[in-house]
C-alpha cells in the first residue's frame, strides 16, 4: 500500500505553526480542488432535470391544467426564466448561503433539508457500523482460515448479499422481522429524544438493508487483502520468524495493512451508501433527504434538488478527504512522509 | 388522475408477495368485482380510540403544495386529509347519493343555471369563528380562481359574472351561463367542497396556515410534515353529535402498495387507501385479520386513438385494434376477472352505468387479420403511464395484436412524459377514461371532447351529445343521450374500452367505516371515505 505522497513535510514544516502542517495544507488544497467538483455537481444536476419532460408548474398542477394556468403558475414561480439565468440566480444565492425556496410550498431550501439531514445522517451512519461491524471479524475468520467453514459461509452469503437489491431485501427483513416476528417496528421513525431504544428500533432494518450489501462487498475485499498480506509480504514472513502466532500476525500486523484498502473503498462508497438511503427511506416511511429528494424529483423542484445534491457531493467530498488523513493517522510512514 | 408508481419496484416485489403467501389466513379469494371480506356484518359503532392511516407517497401520501383548499394541487388526491380538517359541504354515500354535510341542502333552478346553497346553521371553525355565507364566497373566489387539478371549473360551463354571491349570512350561490345538471355531484374531490377559515388565514398567513389549516372539519391538526405526516385529532365541537368517533387519526405517507401491506401486517398501521397491485388485493383479501374491499370502478381504461394521423385517421385500421383486442382474455388472465369489464366510458360504480354497447366490435382474431393484411401491414406506438396495471395491459396488447399482424412498440411515461406525448404526434394510448358523473372530472369530455388537449377524437356530433349531457337536467334523458354518446364511439370506432378498474381499500379487522370498509364510488382514484364515521372496536394498530 503506497502513502500519499502530499503529506510528506516539506523544508518550511519545521516553521512552528499549524497553518504549515501538511495535514492543513492537505485539507487546503482538497477543499479548492473540491469547489469545481461542486460546481460541476451543480450544473450538471440543473442541466439533467431540466431536460426531463415536464416541469414544476405542470407538475403541480396535474394534467387537467390549461396551458394558460401552467404559464400563470411557472411566472409565480419564476420557472419562466431562462435556464441559464435561473442557475446564476441560484449559484448567486448559494455563495451567501441561501440555497432558494422550494417550488412546492415556498419553505427554505436549508428548512427542507435541516428538518431531513438528521434521519438520514443517523441512517447513513449506522448502515455503516452494521457492516464494518459484521465485516472485521467476520474478514478476520474467514482469513485465518481460507476454505475452512468460516470462509466458505462468508463466500455464499456474500454472493447472495451482493446479488439481492437492497430494496427487495428491505421488503423480506419486514416480512421477516416486522411482521412473523414482530421483534422490530415496519416503518416510521422515532426521534432520538423520544428514547434511544426506539429510536434504534426503528433503524435497525433500514441499516441492515443499505448495511447488508456492503458487509458482503467489504468483507470479500478485506478477506482477499489479509490473505495477499499474510502469503506474499516480507514483514509477515519476519514476524512469523519471530515466532508471533499466527492470530496476532493476523490481527496486528496484516490487518492492520489491509484496512487502507477498506479504508479508501468505504470512503468511495459513501456515495453510493447515501444514494442507497432514496429508495430505503421510501420503503421504510422515514422522513429523511432521500425521501425529500425523490420527492424533489418527482416535482421537478429543482431548487430542493440542487440543494440536497449539493449537500450529498460536499459530504462526500469531505468523507473523501477524511479518508485520506486517516491514512496519515494509520500509517506512521505517511505520517512522517517516509514514503 | 392518474397515481405514479415505479413499475419495477411492484414486479420485483413478486417474491415477497409469496413470501407473504406463507402467511395466509381463512377468508375468500378474488370473486370479481367485490372481494370484502369481513365487514359485511361490523360491530356496532363505538367512539374513541385512535387510527394510522397509510397513504401511498406517489399519490394521496404527496402534499408537498399544503393544505390550502386553494393552493393545493394535489387536493383531489388528498382528499382523506383535506377531509378530515375542512369537512365537506356535501358529502358522497352509499347508493351514489350526494347529501349535504356542513351545507345543509341545496337547490338547482329551474333552467339549470343557479345553484343555491343553504349553509347549516350554527357551524363554527375550530378558531370559533363564524362559518357563515361570507366565508364560504371567499372560499369560493380562491378556489376558481386556482391552478388546480381540484378546481372544478374546467368541466364546468362558463360561469355568470359575478360567478359567486350571497344572500344573508347563511346562503350562496353560484351563477352559470348555460345549464349544468352535474353541479352537486361536481364537489365531490373538489376544492370548493373545503372551506377554510378566513379569520385563521388573514392571521396565520398563506404560508403558514397551509401548513397548518383550520376548517370546520371532525378533526384539527396537530401536526404537518408535509408529504410524510400528518396528525390530526376530534373536533369536539364538530357540528354532528357523537362524531367523530376517533380521537385522533395519523396519515402517514409509504412508499407503494407493498410496504403498505407489510406494515398493516405487522401491526403498525390501521388502513390503507387506494391499494392497486392486483396479487396484493388478491393476497390482502385472504388475511383472515384484514378487511379487503374492492371499490366501485368509475373509469374504464381505454385505448384512445389518435384520429387525425395515420394509421388511425383510417377507420380501417380502428377496426383493426377493437378486433384485435381480447379484453376478456385480459381481465381474466392478469386481473383474476377482478375488474368489470365496459364497452363505453361508464363503470359499475358511477352513474349511467351500461356494460354493454350494441354493435360493438369484440375480439375476432381472423377479421384483425384480414383489415392488417389490407392495410400492408401496420405499425403502432402504444404509450401509457406508468403505473403496474397499465403496463401489464400494454404488454398484454402488444401481444395479442402482434398476431393479427400489427406490430406495437410500447412507451411508458410518468404523468409530465405523458402531457408532453399528448403535444406530440402519438398514436395510441392507454389510458382511463369517464367519472363518476361523466359530466364532471376527468369525465368523458377529457378523452373525447374536440377542446381537450388529451383526446384523439374530432367530433363535432360527438362535441354536441358530451354538452347536451353536462346541461340536460333530466337524468334519464342524459342516460340516452351517454347512451347514444358510447354507441357513438364504438360505431366510428375511436376507443376500444377495456375493463373498469378501482382500487381496494384495506382496514385491519376492528377499524370500520363508510368507503373503508363499504364499498363507495372510486370518484378520484379512490373512494371518498367518511372520517366522521370510522371507528375503531379494537385493531393491532397504535
Known sequence: ?339 | MHRFKPVTFGVLSALVIALSACGGGGGNAADGSSSNNGADNPPAAKSGGEITVLEDSGFAGAWPAGLDPATNTNGAANQPMMDTIYGQLFKLVEGGKIEGELAEGSTLSSDGKTFTIKLRPGVKFTDGSPFDAETVKWNFDRSLASPCTCNPKSSWPKLENPAVTTSGTDTVEIHFTAPFAAISRSFISANLNWIASKTSFDKMGEKAFKQKPVGAGPFTVVSNSPSNQLVVQKNPGYFRQGHPYLDKVTFKSIGGDQAAYQALQAGQADAYEGMSTPALVDQASKQSNLTTTQMLSTSPYVIQLNTSKPPFNDQKARDAVYYATDTEAIRKGLFNNRYPTSQTFTGPGGLFYKPTVPGYKTFDLAKAKQLVSEMGGMQVTLGTINVLVAKQTTEALQSQWAKAGIKTKIESYDLAGLIKAFGGPWQSMLQTAGAWDPAIGVGVGFRFNSHSPFTGVKDPALDKLLAEGSGTLDEAKRQTIYDEAGKLISDKSYAPFMFAFAPANLAVKGVYGPGLTTKLPAVAVNPPVSWPDVYKTSGTGQ
Open chain 1, 1 to 339: 500500500m503506497t502513502a500519499s505522497p502530499t503529506l510528506a513535510p516539506s523544508r518550511r514544516d519545521s516553521t512552528p505553526g499549524v497553518l504549515y502542517s501538511p495535514a492543513v495544507r492537505l485539507i487546503g488544497r482538497r477543499l479548492l480542488a473540491a469547489i469545481p467538483v461542486l460546481w460541476g455537481v451543480t450544473l450538471l444536476t440543473f442541466i439533467v432535470v431540466q431536460a426531463l419532460p415536464g416541469s414544476a408548474a405542470q407538475q403541480l398542477l396535474g394534467p387537467n391544467a390549461t396551458p394558460e394556468q401552467v404559464q400563470q403558475l411557472e411566472a409565480q414561480l419564476g420557472t419562466d426564466r431562462s435556464m441559464i439565468v435561473r442557475y446564476l440566480d441560484w449559484l448567486g444565492g448559494v455563495l451567501t448561503g441561501d440555497l432558494g425556496s422550494s417550488l412546492s410550498d415556498g419553505r427554505a431550501v436549508t428548512e427542507v433539508i435541516g428538518s431531513a439531514l438528521g434521519v438520514t445522517a443517523e441512517l447513513v451512519l449506522l448502515a455503516l457500523v452494521v457492516s464494518l461491524a459484521l465485516t472485521v471479524p467476520i474478514a478476520l475468520l474467514a482469513a485465518r482460515r481460507p476454505g475452512g467453514v468460516v470462509d466458505r459461509i462468508s463466500m455464499a452469503v456474500s454472493m447472495v448479499g451482493l446479488s439481492i437489491a437492497n430494496y427487495v431485501l428491505a421488503l423480506v427483513l419486514v416480512w421477516v422481522f416486522a411482521v412473523q416476528l414482530a421483534v422490530l417496528p415496519a416503518i416510521g421513525f422515532v426521534p432520538i429524544g423520544d428514547g434511544i431504544l426506539d429510536n434504534l428500533r426503528s433503524l435497525v432494518l433500514p441499516a441492515i438493508a443499505i448495511g447488508f450489501p456492503l458487509f458482503c462487498f467489504y468483507t470479500r475485499l478485506l478477506r482477499a487483502d489479509i490473505l495477499e498480506q499474510m502469503q506474499g509480504q516480507d514483514y509477515v514472513t519476519t514476524a512469523r520468524a519471530k515466532g508471533i502466532g499466527p492470530w496476532r500476525v493476523l490481527t496486528r500486523h496484516a490487518f492492520r495493512n489491509s484496512l487502507f484498502g477498506l479504508l479508501t473503498i468505504v470512503g468511495l462508497n459513501l456515495g453510493t451508501l447515501i444514494g442507497a438511503t432514496v429508495i430505503i427511506e421510501q420503503i421504510f416511511a422515514l422522513p429523511g433527504v432521500g425521501r425529500e429528494l425523490l420527492q424533489a424529483i418527482s416535482n421537478r423542484n429543482i431548487p430542493v434538488i440542487e440543494g440536497i445534491v449539493l449537500v450529498f457531493a460536499v459530504v462526500v467530498v469531505v468523507a473523501n478527504l477524511v479518508t485520506d488523513l486517516l491514512y496519515a493517522v494509520l500509517d506512521p510512514r505517511v505520517r512522517h512522509g517516509n514514503t
